[in-house]
């Protein structure tokens, strides 16, 4: 019997067909375990499940991959893969895939959009002042418009670029691109102007958005050494990873005044709770991770964790796969 286990999502399958498709492969069951949860306490939780449909949480490290031996593919229902220890899976031979890019480009890049407004057109505040009974206070709230400002893209990748295409197309915003894997001739035949190192983009842009994969090299990528030389007033927006900011230097220069509004929809070691520290600024916008959560993404989401799991059963090359060993577990089914 092929067994499936979906952990740690609750999107999974709520608004498609999905689970009954994967049912009519093997036996389905939602697992639950703590996010910190790792190693052979995670090994044996997911004892006995063939196919993993992981979440943002938990960590699938080395250890889990050396005590797990049933495991033989493991699906990411997002794009993201640094909860996966890739090397090490490929090392004990375990297929790992994810959602391509395209499945969530629309809906993060428009929420992207969506947090960029609220932080720079006081939504947010000035919600709260009209539900306070502080009409009057309106005056308070004068925003910018875009077409005026310069937009620091960080990450001109799938939904970095379908952002700048959106502010430069819709808004008529000045597009400044920081992004060492694209050649400099590809950003200015797009209009854009091209940076080489992050501190210039820091330092020319009203607003910075971040769309870079954690890595090694992007973690704490925005910190003190970048915020000491931004634009003052400077809009910053995360719907990356949290990973990618240094909340400690962050909360230093929101205090400061160098950083006006912070406007995110991930937060280092998220899920956090209502006394995180960030949710004590007034001019910080923070949402549940959602900006993939729109119908149409979630349906393109679920239809390729299927697919992945259903070409890999019909032995056909697998739309989205990050890593395919050279010798890769017989399934034991």
Same mark, same amino acid.
């Given at each position: 019997?092929?067994?499936?286990? &979906?952990?740690?999502?609750?999107?999974?399958?709520?608004?498609?067909?999905?689970? @009954?498709r994967l049912k009519k492969i093997g036996d389905v069951q939602r697992i639950e375990v703590p996010k910190d949860f790792r190693g052979k306490k995670l090994a044996d939780a997911l004892s006995g499940y063939?196919?993993?449909?992981?979440?943002?949480?938990?960590? !699938?490290?080395?250890?889990?991959?050396e005590y797990n031996k049933d495991v033989v593919m493991i699906v990411r229902h997002g794009i993201g893969y640094d909860n996966i220890d890739i090397k090490a899976a490929e090392e004990f031979g375990v297929i790992v895939a994810r959602v391509p890019g395209w499945r969530e480009r629309e809906s993060v890049a428009e929420h992207?959009?969506?947090?960029?407004?609220?932080?720079?057109?006081?939504?947010? +505040?000035? !919600? @709260? /002042?009209?539900? +306070?009974?502080?009409? *009057?206070?309106?005056?308070?709230? &004068? *925003?910018?418009?875009?077409?005026?400002?310069?937009?620091? &893209?960080?990450?001109?990748g799938n939904i970095g670029s379908r952002v700048a295409e959106i502010l430069s197309k819709g808004f008529g915003a000045k597009i400044v691109v920081y992004d060492p894997y694209i050649p400099r001739e590809k950003v200015e035949q797009l209009g854009y102007r091209y940076v080489s190192k992050l501190e210039e983009l820091a330092e020319v842009s009203d607003i910075v958005t971040l769309h870079a994969p954690l890595t090694n090299e992007t973690y704490h990528m925005i910190n003190r050494d970048i915020l000491s030389k931004a634009k003052k007033g400077i809009i910053i927006v995360n719907t990356a990873r949290g990973e990618l900011v240094d909340e400690d230097a962050l909360c230093e220069f929101i205090e400061n005044g160098t950083v006006a509004a912070y406007a995110a929809d991930v937060v280092e070691g998220e899920p956090i709770g209502p006394d995180h520290r960030l949710l004590k600024y007034p001019n910080v916008i923070?949402?549940?991770?959602?900006? /993939?959560?729109? !119908? @149409?993404?979630?349906? *393109?989401?679920?239809?390729?964790?299927?697919?992945?799991?259903?070409? !890999?059963? +019909?032995?056909k090359p697998i739309d989205g796969v990050v890593v395919y060993p050279r010798s890769p577990r017989k399934p034991p089914f």
């Open positions: 019997m092929i067994r499936i286990a &979906i952990v740690n999502s609750k999107s999974f399958g709520i608004y498609t067909n999905a689970i @009954e063939h196919f993993i449909i992981a979440s943002v949480t938990p960590y !699938y490290d080395r250890e889990f991959f992207t959009i969506a947090l960029m407004l609220s932080a720079l057109r006081f939504v947010v +505040q000035s !919600y @709260e /002042a009209v539900k +306070q009974g502080r009409w *009057g206070d309106r005056a308070k709230f &004068i *925003g910018k418009e875009l077409k005026s400002l310069t937009v620091g &893209i960080v990450g001109l923070i949402t549940p991770h959602i900006a /993939a959560y729109t !119908y @149409e993404s979630l349906k *393109g989401m679920d239809e390729a964790v299927v697919e992945a799991i259903e070409s !890999y059963l +019909q032995e």
